[in-house]
């Protein structure tokens, strides 16, 4: 089932990888190519971060490994957790905008997956309390949206996601509507919820600084239809703290991707 026409795997293979994509080249309807032909394996519990310039192909990838859409020829696969009943996705999708229903609560917000996989309430319900500990927002179970700062909103987004119990969390530029702070402090919460959580973390962002603060690997895009143009990997003392931020070896990671970066942008204008 390899190439050409596209094809989807149901499983992977046994070498711990989470996602694995090879040769897929995503056209649009329209025929804009946006994508590929791109190889990407991402290995199970591994934070990556696809960087690359606006309208390169990011959040087409992220759909394409969230099944939202077909790939034109080439391979994507993804593992699938050995159990899905229970309202269980192998897959949790965090979007740029919180996407919240403004008409009721943030608990509500927080079970709608579980409703919509018909799960029995009293153990939605300890599912949503849970999500809601994770993420710091027990406290504001019953307020509704209109009363969430925009942080609070976008944790409202990621226990909505995490109430699935997903093996895989795709988050496309979650944090780019925020205020620099708001933007810190959920990055070291992302952190940390990976840590203790260990799910697999593809990350969209065009934010140089942020990726190497919170990649093991940075992968750095090409203008569309983009591919990968490098690798970076960033290997520093664990668990990274806001004392990462202001290292040599951060500034040292954020100049090697910055000039991966660079070539594509050049013939654009600022
Ligand atoms: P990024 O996330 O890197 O900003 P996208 O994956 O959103 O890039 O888009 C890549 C390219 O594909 C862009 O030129 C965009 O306009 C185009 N594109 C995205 N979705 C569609 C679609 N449904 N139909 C046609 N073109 C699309």
Same mark, same amino acid.
Request: charged share 25%.
């Given at each position: 089932?390899?190439?050409?026409?596209?094809?989807?795997?149901?499983?992977?293979?046994?070498?711990?990888?989470?996602?694995?994509?090879?040769?897929?080249?995503?056209?649009?309807?329209?025929?804009?190519?946006?994508?590929?032909?791109?190889?990407?394996?991402?290995?199970?519990?591994?934070?990556?971060?696809?960087?690359?310039?606006?309208?390169?192909?990011?959040?087409? @990838?992220?759909?394409?490994?969230?099944? *939202? =859409?077909?790939?034109?020829?080439?391979? #994507?696969?993804? %593992? !699938?957790?050995? &159990? +899905?009943?229970?309202?269980?996705?192998?897959?949790?999708?965090?979007?740029?905008?919180?996407?919240?229903?403004?008409?009721?609560?943030?608990?509500?917000?927080?079970?709608?997956?579980?409703?919509?996989?018909?799960?029995?309430?009293?153990?939605?319900?300890?599912?949503?309390?849970?999500?809601?500990?994770?993420?710091?927002?027990?406290?504001? @179970?019953?307020?509704?949206?209109?009363? *969430? =700062?925009?942080?609070?909103?976008?944790? #409202?987004?990621? %226990? !909505?996601?995490? &109430? +699935?119990?997903?093996?895989?969390?795709?988050?496309?530029?979650?944090?780019?509507?925020?205020?620099?702070?708001?933007?810190?402090?959920?990055?070291?919460?992302?952190?940390?919820?990976?840590?203790?959580?260990?799910?697999?973390?593809?990350?969209?962002?065009?934010?140089?600084?942020?990726?190497?603060?919170?990649?093991?690997?940075?992968?750095?895009?090409?203008?569309?239809?983009?591919?990968?143009?490098?690798?970076?990997?960033?290997?520093?003392?664990?668990? !990274?703290?806001?004392?990462?931020?202001?290292?040599?070896?951060?500034?040292?990671?954020?100049?090697?991707?910055?000039?991966?970066?660079?070539?594509?942008?050049?013939?654009?204008?600022?």
């Amino acid at each position: 089932m390899e190439n050409s026409p596209a094809s989807r795997g149901a499983d992977i293979d046994p070498a711990g990888l989470a996602v694995d994509l090879r040769g897929v080249v995503k056209a649009y309807d329209n025929g804009l190519v946006a994508l590929g032909p791109i190889d990407l394996a991402v290995r199970r519990g591994e934070f990556v971060s696809l960087l690359g310039p606006s309208g390169c192909g990011k959040s087409t @990838a992220l759909r394409l490994i969230a099944a *939202l =859409s077909a790939a034109t020829s080439g391979t #994507v696969r993804v %593992a !699938r957790p050995a &159990v +899905t009943e229970n309202g269980r996705h192998p897959i949790g999708f965090v979007f740029q905008e919180p996407t919240l229903m403004p008409w009721t609560t943030v608990r509500e917000n927080v079970r709608l997956p579980l409703k919509l996989a018909r799960v029995a309430s009293s153990q939605a319900n300890a599912r949503v309390d849970e999500a809601l500990a994770r993420i710091g927002l027990s406290e504001f @179970a019953d307020s509704y949206p209109r009363e *969430l =700062s925009g942080g609070m909103k976008m944790r #409202v987004s990621l %226990a !909505r996601a995490l &109430v +699935t119990d997903p093996d895989i969390l795709l988050m496309d530029e979650p944090f780019a509507a925020l205020d620099e702070i708001t933007r810190f402090r959920l990055n070291n919460d992302l952190l940390a919820l990976w840590r203790s959580l260990r799910k697999t973390v593809i990350f969209v962002t065009h934010s140089v600084f942020e990726s190497v603060y919170l990649s093991q690997r940075v992968l750095v895009m090409t203008p569309r239809p983009g591919r990968i143009a490098a690798e970076i990997t960033i290997e520093t003392k664990e668990p !990274r703290s806001e004392e990462f931020r202001t290292s040599a070896d951060y500034a040292g990671y954020c100049r090697r991707v910055s000039s991966a970066l660079a070539p594509a942008y050049s013939g654009q204008s600022a």
